[in-house]
């Protein structure tokens, strides 16, 4: 008499439930009551179950994957950390650690869009910086900014670290 298969309904039913509640494949198989090992056999196998099986797995992969995709770019709203990392993980080429910066005019991709140059006039950034401590001003609820605040914007030399004292950048 032949030895009961592992490969039943039920434990297929049990490996593909943990699967859809984001087990490791060889959690799952250790649930269903196969060795990770067996289950690596089941979904190589060629019977007209096991691609049934190997299907019914790429599939609730496919939903988990898509739910917890969702999931996290919902929280990227929230978090710019999140969004920063979803970005880096969904596209590597331009929000990875290995994405290049370019300047404009570098690259293919850069010759084909037109680059718009910005100039300021250095009067006009008086006039700004006195806009943004007022507004700042009002925010904290301090008293009057006048020219006097602004000096902090101002260069005043060298600072420490810097390549002019002999420090490093």
């Not at 099986?53 to 994957?65: D, G, K, M, T």
């Not at 770019?73 to 080429?93: H, N």
């Not at 994405?99 to 700004?128: C, F, H, I, K, N």
């Amino acid at each position: 008499m032949a030895r009961p298969t592992k490969f039943s309904a039920g434990a297929r039913q049990r490996f593909l439930e943990a699967i859809a509640g984001a087990a490791f494949p060889e959690v799952a198989a250790r649930h269903a009551g196969w060795s990770p090992r067996t289950y690596y056999r089941y979904r190589a196998g060629s019977s007209v179950a096991q691609r049934a099986f190997r299907e019914a797995v790429e599939a609730a992969e496919a939903r988990l994957e898509l739910g917890l995709g969702v999931v996290a770019a919902r929280a990227a709203y929230q978090d710019p950390r999140l969004a920063l990392q979803v970005l880096a993980k969904r596209f590597p080429e331009r929000w990875g650690r290995q994405a290049q910066l370019r300047a404009p005019g570098e690259g293919a991709a850069a010759q084909s869009q037109p680059t718009r140059e910005v100039v300021l006039d250095p009067a006009l950034l008086d006039e700004v910086a006195a806009r943004l401590l007022e507004a700042a001003r009002r925010e904290r609820g301090r008293g009057q900014v006048g020219p006097d605040s602004i000096e902090r914007f101002e260069d005043r030399g060298p600072r420490r670290g810097s390549p002019d004292e002999g420090g490093t950048p």
